[in-house]
């Protein structure tokens, strides 16, 4: 069999998918099928933009710089929704949520990747494995959270956060001084 005969398979585009229905898909499922958000009109279009701005996110032909820095918010809904699910917030403050995030995706502000972005890179792989952590723990819970685990939710989203303005402030050679 020759290599024009043999199916052409691209592992790269394979992971993409991979993370579209693991990141997204499935997060958005989870949005409506536990109503984080309200089931009418509102709650159907904030859906429909978690899904419509991560597949454009995705299908980016440059998803990252140089240096790693994802170009928009990296449609990590499978973090996010979990968040605001344990949580507990208002539905209408989830849509809220959703539609300020799915606009981020298609912003050019730049959002660290996890390993590979040097610059900040312990307290990013710190708070997104102590976020990644608490979601795991807090999801087996049987009870509300209390207001200090509602802290402790909110310190990798905070972190992470706090490195995407810095690094904006930087580029934008504006120094923050301690």
């Not at 032909?61 to 996010?80: D, K």
């Not at 929704?81 to 507990?88: K, N, Q």
């Not at 990013?124 to 976020?131: D, I, K, Q």
Request: glycine share 4%.
């Amino acid at each position: 069999m020759s290599n024009s005969e043999l199916p052409r398979f691209d592992g790269y585009i394979l992971d993409l998918v991979i993370d579209y229905v693991t990141c997204v898909v499935v997060p958005a499922a989870f949005m409506w099928q536990f109503e984080i958000v309200s089931h009418d009109l509102t709650g159907q279009l904030a859906v429909a933009a978690i899904l419509g701005s991560s597949a454009l996110w995705f299908s980016q032909t440059t998803i990252a710089n140089a240096q790693h820095w994802f170009r928009g918010f990296p449609a990590a809904w499978n973090l996010v929704i979990p968040t605001i699910w344990l949580l507990g917030l208002d539905t209408n403050l989830n849509i809220a949520i959703s539609f300020l995030l799915a606009m981020l995706t298609l912003s050019n502000v730049e959002f660290p990747h996890t390993l590979q972005v040097l610059e900040f890179r312990k307290l990013n792989v710190f708070a997104t494995s102590f976020w990644m952590l608490l979601i795991i723990v807090f999801s087996f819970r049987t009870r509300e959270l209390s207001a200090l685990e509602h802290s402790m939710l909110l310190v990798g989203p905070i972190c992470i956060s706090a490195i995407v303005i810095k690094h904006k402030f930087e580029k934008l050679d504006l120094v923050i001084t301690d």
